[in-house]
């Protein structure tokens, strides 16, 4: 079992910084992948960044390239997702997810999720 709790979100405006955390419990953090999505109203959930088991391998959605950066620290049984230049397009609730898979960019891939943290950029 693994349990995920985001922290970080907030209000922020366009241009501005934001970098959301989720702690892990569970001893095998190390080994899963994990994903930040994002569901904003009306819309489907997305995943937003990926990264694997060991940190070597990362993913993005086109949409945040060059402006998000997914990280991790497997002695902290942390995931990080460092946000610039947001916009208000970012606007969303955010979720931290963990596969067992070791690399997964399905979020039906992903088995534990956390309670998502709430991400608002004003113009």
């Known amino acids: 079992q693994v349990q995920l709790v985001e922290s970080g979100g907030g209000l922020v405006q366009a241009g501005g910084s934001l970098r959301l955390s989720c702690a892990a419990s569970?001893?095998?953090?190390?080994?899963?992948?994990m994903g930040w999505f994002r569901q904003a109203p009306g819309n489907d959930r997305e995943l937003v960044a990926a990264i694997s088991w060991s940190g070597g391998r990362t993913y993005y959605a086109y949409s945040v390239k060059r402006r998000f950066t997914i990280s991790r620290d497997n002695a902290k049984n942390t995931v990080y997702l460092q946000m610039n230049s947001l916009k208000p397009e970012d606007t969303a609730v955010y979720y931290c997810?963990?596969?067992?898979?070791?690399?997964?960019?399905?979020?039906?891939?992903?088995?534990?999720w956390g309670q998502g943290t709430q991400v608002t950029v004003s113009s």
């Open positions: 569970g001893r095998t953090f190390s080994s899963y992948a």
């Open positions: 997810a963990a596969s067992a898979t070791g690399w997964a960019t399905g979020g039906e891939e992903y088995d534990y």
